[in-house]
């Protein structure tokens, strides 16, 4: 079953005054994301990533489409007890210690006061803030804010969580840390959709992923198929004892050359030349260095999508 | 209903740490320097006196609150986006609205409640009797208060705070004066200005109805049925107001 389905979602501003245009943020998105799966929503700023979240939360209404959260039509506020939500650069009410803001959070959630009690020391070591807890949110810093967003979002253990760039504002070892707990999230079978520009983040914990563009889904799939479908692999090859310009084959076959000195470097389109280029290379008397298959990375795919070559 | 309780909650505390309750000094000081000032005057005119700028005192504070802290109520969760995590919880739009007008009505409960008592505790130590009267015009003083502050509150559901305030100060101001358009509509000749400020009288709120500060501070009660119909009156209106503003909220996009 899925956990969220947004189909064929368009959502238009329309103009303040009559002088003014209309804006089109989101032309008919589709995508699906399954139970227990851990979905990467990527984008540039302004790509319309953080209305599809306000959507599927019912902060915003679409000017047409479907949208269903965990069954139900998205705001539906029943289903809000299942779900946990991190907004981007998070502010919060500062007056409030992180205790407090907690327990704030976890009787929203319709959660018991012994519940929240036991809830709350759990979720402040998940996120490494035990020392903080009786400290107010306005002493505490970017990061530190960061980190008491996704307790919050996590308070009442729910069963999706959308996350709307939750290593922004973090630094190595706290985007480690966030990585960790959305894996373990995903061990514990819940699901996550979450947004980044942090694509090493992507490809580490996503199961899939979605790329948006100027507010229409431009591909959508597991990050192996879309980088096989869409990036076209290549090998490098390195050798000594050669001028590779030389070499007919290598001249006719190889994208790419470097020379330095006697050593040559050369990237070729795929393995289907290597053979001959690996004969010519025989024949010319070079010693193999190496050989490298170059795999596309979800940043070429990513590049090249968001760029409309693709 | 945990869920409006919880942000009812929130709103009481979140004002209190405002430092809101600050004013109460700047009141006290205002109390305790009007009686001593005024205390080279007959004891009739003293007593008057002392009533009628302790009920000044506490009717200009409450509604400078439920206007000023008012407008915020909404709008400032908007701007600092608290709105979106809140929201994503399982709290309908309506819930919220009322929690956070509650949260303020019972600031304001507390703060008149405070003020009331320093005012009566002054009185007493100036040698005054207390009146029943007084108690009836704070009273009413209370339901004002309730009332402007749901007009901040409706007109912060669409509009920005600065816009908010002026439309409520200018409903406040309006709302004292609806008994001169009353008159105005009786006496001109003019069928047009006539239905006009007939209109405007029967759709404004009529505030004076609440204000009987004057003959309260001379000792003189209000009937008890007048004091009912004017409470009624006003938190109807009240209530009135919440119902629009819940339904503006609804239907808005964040």
Known sequence: MDAITIEHVTKVYAPLWPWHRSSTVLSDVSLFVTKGEIFGFLGHNGAGKTTTMKILLGLLRPTSGRVDVLGAPAGDVATHSKLGYLPEAPYFYDYLTAEEFLEFYGKLAGMSHDAIQSRIPILLEQVGLQEAQHRQLRKFSKGMLQRIGLAQALIQDPELVVLD??????DPMGRKEVRDLILTLREQGKTVFFSTHILSDVEMVCDRVGILAKGKMLALGKVEDLIDAHIAQSIEVVCDGVIGKQIEPVQRLALRILQSGTRCLMVLPGHECLDEILEALRRAGAKLVSIIPHKGSLEELFVQKSHGEG | ??????????TFRETLRDKILYNLVLFAVLLIGSSVLLGTLTIGEQARLVNDLGLAAINVVAVIIAIFVGIGLVSKEIERRTIYTLLARPITRAQFVLGKYLGLALVILVNIGIMFAMFLATVRLSGHPIHASLFQAVELMLVEALLVMAFALLFSTFSSSILSATLTLGIYVVGHLTS???????????????????????????????????QSAAGISVDLGFQMIATTYGLLYTGLLLVGACLIFQRRDF
């Open chain 2, 180 to 214: 001169d358009l009353k008159m105005i509509a009786e006496k001109h000749a003019s069928g047009v200005i006539k239905s006009l400020t007939a209109t405007l009288y029967y759709v404004f709120p009529n505030l004076e109805t609440l204000n009987i500060k004057g």
């Open chain 1, 165 to 170: 760039e939750p290593m922004s504002g973090l």
């Open chain 2, 1 to 10: 209903m945990q869920c409006l309780f919880a942000v009812a909650v929130n």
